[in-house]
């Protein structure tokens, strides 16, 4: 079967650094994702990670280990706007559809002054 | 931001009524997929379409139908609403041949009471 565990809450001060874990277990492994969803907004598109290493765009990396199952989001320099809930999604081959993601319960970030 | 809308915004029913909700892009993206979000949960896949016509089952689909007669409309049917089924509902769309990310829609929350 699949799993995907994350925190499910985190917080943090401005200007901080922050790193958000992700462990997944799944078959036919195909990508990870981490999106951003802000309290009552859809979902938004932050990272995607398919081979092993780290994804650095602006203040969010991504860094992924698929010998581990892990992946983490690293947010620099924060600021208040990134309180929102953080969600991993993996993508592989279950039951026979390769392009369905399976999304991970999320992190409840909150970011103090 | 991708065009994707969701209607209704907003709906209250009671139970054993249907319900259908629409998702509706601009895009031309080949696959649609219907999410439900509840806490705890995260993101849960009921349905997807990877074309006119053609649909398949997620994790959760039990009690939902959908239909894609047209390209830019995937439909979701509550044929007899239970209160299990209160939650808030993403639309999403990608194109795999051109771009990983999913992208979502502004969501639909439903109340069954």
């Known amino acids: 079967g699949q799993n995907i565990d994350q925190p499910t809450e985190m917080t943090a001060t401005e200007g901080a650094i922050v790193q958000i874990n992700c462990t997944y277990q799944?078959?036919?492994?195909?990508?990870l994702f981490w999106y951003q969803q802000h309290a009552g907004e859809a979902p938004t598109f932050l990272s995607y990670?398919?081979?092993?290493g780290l994804e650095e765009k602006g203040r969010f990396s991504s860094f992924l280990s698929r010998s581990k199952g892990y992946s983490y989001l690293l947010l620099k320099e924060l600021q208040m706007k990134d309180s929102a809930s953080y969600l991993c999604?993996?993508?592989?081959?279950?039951?026979?559809?390769?392009?369905?993601?399976?999304f991970g319960a999320g992190t409840r970030l909150a970011v103090h002054p | 931001d991708a065009g994707i809308t969701q209607s209704p915004r907003h709906k209250v029913t009671e139970t054993g009524t249907p319900v259908t909700l629409r998702c509706h892009q601009t895009?031309?993206?080949?696959?649609m997929y219907w999410y439900r979000q509840d806490p705890g949960h995260g993101l849960r896949l009921i349905h997807y379409?990877?074309?006119?016509?053609?649909?398949d089952k997620g994790e959760v689909s039990d009690g939902y139908s959908v239909s894609r007669s047209k390209t830019e409309d995937f439909l979701l049917t509550l044929e007899s609403a239970t209160s299990s089924q209160t939650s808030v509902y993403f639309c999403?769309?990608?194109?795999?041949?051109?771009?990983?990310?999913?992208?979502f829609g502004p969501g639909t929350r439903l109340t069954v009471l």
């Open positions: 999403a769309i990608s194109d795999p041949d051109t771009s990983n990310e999913q992208f």
């Open positions: 999604a993996v993508r592989g081959y279950f039951s026979g559809g390769y392009n369905k993601l399976i």
């Open positions: 379409s990877y074309g006119v016509k053609d649909t």
């Open positions: 799944t078959s036919g492994f195909n990508g």
């Open positions: 990670n398919v081979l092993d």
């Open positions: 895009e031309n993206h080949r696959y």
